[in-house]
């Protein structure tokens, strides 16, 4: 699949203004993660187990 094909969801804490965009969607064995102000950068993409641990990190 190509990332282009991916349907990106933003984090609901992005801002319209250029602040911090963050989009993640799935891929085939993982999660990706972008910069939604660069949709044709790099791509991270994470073992749903290591996304869920980051995802909890984050909240604590």
């Given amino acids: 699949m190509a990332v ?3 349907t990106w969801r933003k984090s ?6 250029g602040g911090h965009c963050v989009e993640v969607g799935a891929l085939p064995g993982g999660i990706g993660v972008r910069d939604s102000k ?3 950068g ?3 993409v ?4 290591a996304f869920a641990a980051l995802v909890a990190r984050l909240r604590r």
């Fill in 4 to 6: 282009s094909q991916v």
């Fill in 12 to 17: 609901r804490v992005s801002d319209d203004q």
């Fill in 38 to 40: 660069d949709p044709r």
């Fill in 42 to 44: 790099p791509v991270i």
């Fill in 46 to 49: 994470l073992a749903p187990g």
